[in-house]
């Protein structure tokens, strides 16, 4: 019995890998295509695009977020765009924050009623001023979370379109012109993801990246190649569909009016980016409303990423806990025939190969030590498959690390190719496992820690600047 | 074939991939090489007339929405090119290439409208291509075609294109209507007679611009306006801006209508109140400093604020101020107080 169970157990999981190498190498494929299609695209609008634009509304919410918050505004200040607006949401933040941002932009209290069209909790101020031409409000509001907190920012805004950021996060120059370039393309476009890129070790000068370089620090690095890889290897292929199910909080343009109808943000999930976007999925079909979800890789934001072990824990296991909570509200989606190749693809994709892999990658080892001991399994067939996969894994974050590079126009000598080269391998010989194991360790007093995961430490964008914290 | 065969064909054609991202780098920097050596051997062929060899190797180039888009970009900065026989050549050339990108995506779509919109004309063909673009879901697509009918100067003909959108239910937005009616080549007042012939016909998004363009064109219209501000039928965003354009153009049968709207809104919504108190500003009178002084009791706060920002750019008298900030109402007495401080302004008398 234990020996058909074993035998069984490694037969699925030798069809898994293969179905995931198979789903990797057509999202490079098409990926790479499509990034090619994308950029002559993108020149084809730069040339002709002249003064076509919609207002937007940028929507920062802060929660202790003083060592950053200012510098997240002013590069945001430098947007080449015509006509948008500053919404800060300080969600009780504890530290001096809003005095950091009340000071830096003389911004003035104003007593204006802020009208309740999704559910958020109460404020206590706002306040408004105007640099550089561009208007900056700031709403004092009780701690609520990140929801709550772009809840109330989508009630005080005034644009049809908003763009939700981390107050850590920098937007490149023209990320406004490049994301809201998607609804122009395609006036049914409900959300537009952005690609984001790590800040740490950037050089930034007057809220503005001046110089990318690589980090010394190995978790960046590695975090690096992983986020490069995330967007070429799924989010490419999903985008040909309509069947992106994140845009990363980091940033994301939504159209207001159909959040607002979908409910706006669950304040009850640790995901609420990838739950909002599924959300609006399902509205959109379940209402007949012809609408699409799309992922502007030209459109850059620079976010800061966990740059020790303790951090890095802590984040994936939200992000783990985000996507279980999400996937488990809506998991009548899955194989649903309503949602085409959503619910048979995207979903799919998600349950089993984000949610499902570190619990399949921990059983499998215990299961192919126990083939291993009960001599039913072809030791060297089985360890040639694996590494041929994992190289196969190489191969891919190296093409994804690439077409990043080319699309942003840099230039790499041999030494920076060889380096990525070694990441590439020990992105996917150890720090994925590891990721795994962070995964399955996020249940662990789930219960207890539900919607409040931890602090992460943030630190200025300016050499040398002192650390904050962000829950 | 075994699956570690499978896996290694996977490898391989990873590696594919990695080789022909690093390629598009270097065909794109040819092309820009080829684009710029064809525009220069083109000029100078514009200036002396087209040889119907060369004519055919155009169109055919045209064919290519990049260089549609880089010719266009020519045009732009040296629009004498597009004159007289070179610019009939060019429509010719246009005109046999426009069938190419009746299949093609948005983008393409939207490139070859801008190379139309630096054309002095157009033929029937083009003319349907663009009103086919006008249906597109594509923001770009519909714009440039917009800007390629507007640079026609034909007044009737982009009326009739906007009706065509309207009759579509297309939902452009009023601000980019309202911009591409202010910069259409015909003349205003041809333009917007063309357009309020067939104002019933066109979609609210679109009356809302229209009206928009007469007020920032300074197109006169009052008699027709009031018939449309008085209907009941008229959307309420193209009622708001009816009623600008009355702040703009003051009329006696719309201040009555406005001093009404103030405490009688439409449909009972507290825009049409804010609204009106907003463009009562200007209407001096004492009728009006009346209305505002009742409007800034209102329970609305918007309504509250627009009648205290109308008091003082109406330069109401110090005393009836005085007697806002000092009433029962503390509400009233609140809106001033706050509107005065943002002004910047003092109290004139304690």
């Known amino acids: 019995m234990l020996m058909l169970i074993t035998q069984w157990a490694n037969e699925f999981f030798f069809y898994y890998l293969l179905l995931y190498v198979t789903f990797l190498f057509l999202s490079m494929v098409m990926g790479a295509l499509r990034l090619s299609a994308r950029h002559t695209q993108a020149r084809l609008e730069n040339q002709f695009q002249h003064d076509c634009f919609l207002p937007v509304s940028v929507l920062v919410p802060a929660h202790n977020e003083e060592v950053t918050a200012v510098d997240s505004v002013r590069s945001l200040l430098r947007l080449d765009y015509p006509l948008y607006e500053i919404v800060v949401v300080d969600d009780g933040s504890t530290d001096a924050t809003a005095v950091r941002l009340i000071e830096a932009f003389s911004l003035q209290p104003v007593r204006r009623p802020i009208r309740r069209t999704v559910p958020c909790k109460a404020h206590s101020a706002v306040y408004e001023g105007m640099a550089a031409g561009v208007p900056i409000t700031l709403v004092i509001k009780e701690n609520g979370g990140k929801a709550d907190a772009l809840n109330m920012g989508i009630n005080v805004s005034q644009y049809p379109y908003f763009v939700s950021m981390d107050a850590d996060s920098l937007l490149k120059e023209d990320a406004l012109r490049r994301i809201m370039g998607a609804v122009l393309e395609d006036d049914r476009t409900v959300a537009c993801g952005g690609l984001v890129r790590i800040a740490n070790g950037a050089e930034v000068e007057h809220g503005r990246v001046k110089r990318e370089t690589l980090p010394k620090n190995l978790w960046l690095l590695l975090q690096i190649m992983e986020y490069d890889r995330s967007f070429l290897s799924s989010r490419m292929l999903f985008d040909l569909f309509n069947g992106s199910l994140i845009i990363s909080g980091a940033f994301g343009l939504f159209k207001k009016e159909t959040v607002i109808a979908a409910g706006g943000y669950d304040t009850a999930t640790l995901g609420e980016d990838m739950e909002l976007v599924v959300r609006l999925h399902v509205f959109c079909r379940s209402n007949h409303i012809p609408y699409a979800i799309r992922y502007a890789t030209d459109a850059v934001c620079y976010s800061q990423a966990p740059d020790n072990f303790r951090d890095l824990q802590k984040q994936r296991r939200r992000w783990y806990l985000g996507l279980f909570q999400s996937l488990g509200k809506h998991r009548r989606v899955l194989f649903n025939p309503r949602y085409g190749l959503l619910g048979a693809v995207s979903f799919c994709y998600y349950f089993l190969y984000e949610l499902l892999s570190p619990v399949l990658q921990v059983v499998g080892l215990v299961f192919i030590g126990l083939a291993y001991w009960l001599q039913i399994i072809n030791a060297r067939f089985m360890l040639v498959f694996y590494l041929l996969c994992l190289l196969f894994g190489v191969v891919i974050s190296l093409a994804s690390f690439l077409a990043r590079v080319y699309l942003a126009g840099q230039r790499l000598g041999v030494l920076d190719v060889l380096k990525a080269l070694g990441l590439c391998a020990l992105e996917n010989f150890g720090y994925r496992q590891v990721l795994a194991f962070i995964s399955l360790s996020a249940f662990f007093g789930y219960r207890k820690r539900k919607l409040d995961w931890g602090r992460i430490e943030r630190r200025s964008f300016h050499a040398g600047g002192k650390s904050g914290a962000e829950k | ?350």
């Open chain 2, 1 to 350: 074939m075994s699956q570690t065969e499978l896996i290694w064909i996977y490898a391989l054609f990873a590696v594919l991939v990695i080789g022909y991202n690093l390629s598009v780098g270097r065909r794109e920097r040819w092309r820009e090489r080829a684009e710029a050596r064809w525009l220069a051997a083109l000029q100078p062929a514009l200036a002396r007339g087209l040889a119907p060899r060369e004519q055919k190797a155009l169109a055919r180039r045209l064919g290519d929405a990049e260089n549609a888009v880089a010719l266009a970009t020519l045009l732009r900065e040296k629009p004498a090119l597009a004159a007289g026989r070179a610019g009939e050549a060019l429509v010719a050339a246009a005109d046999s290439a426009v069938r190419r990108y009746r299949r093609r995506d948005d983008a393409r779509r939207a490139a070859f409208c801008f190379f139309l919109a630096q054309l002095p004309t157009g033929t029937g063909n083009l003319t349907d291509f663009l009103w086919d673009c006008l249906l597109a879901s594509s923001v770009y697509c519909r714009e440039n075609a917009l800007l390629a009918l507007g640079r026609r100067g034909d007044a009737q003909g982009l009326a009739r294109a906007l009706r065509h959108m309207s009759l579509h239910d297309v939902a452009h937005s009023p601000r980019l209507l309202q911009e591409d009616l202010l910069a259409a080549s015909c003349p205003p007042e041809e333009l917007a007679d063309a357009l309020l012939a067939m104002f019933s016909q066109l979609s609210p998004p679109v009356q809302t611009a229209l009206v928009d363009f007469c007020r920032l064109a300074g197109v006169e219209r009052k008699c027709f306006f009031r018939r449309r501000l008085l209907a009941e039928t008229t959307d309420d965003e193209t009622c708001y801006a009816l009623m600008r354009y009355f702040g703009r153009f003051p009329d006696l049968f719309a201040k009555r209508m406005l001093l009404r709207m103030l405490y009688q809104p439409r449909r009972g919504g507290w825009e049409y109140s804010a609204v009106a108190a907003s463009v009562l500003r200007n209407y001096p009178g004492g009728d009006t400093l009346a209305a505002l002084e009742k409007g800034i009791t209102s329970a609305n706060w918007y309504v509250r604020r627009n009648c205290a920002e109308s008091l003082l750019a109406l330069e109401a008298p110090a005393e009836r101020i005085e007697a806002i900030l000092d009433g029962k109402d503390p509400f009233a007495a609140d809106i001033m107080e706050y509107v005065i401080q943002r002004r910047g302004l003092h109290r004139a008398v304690r």
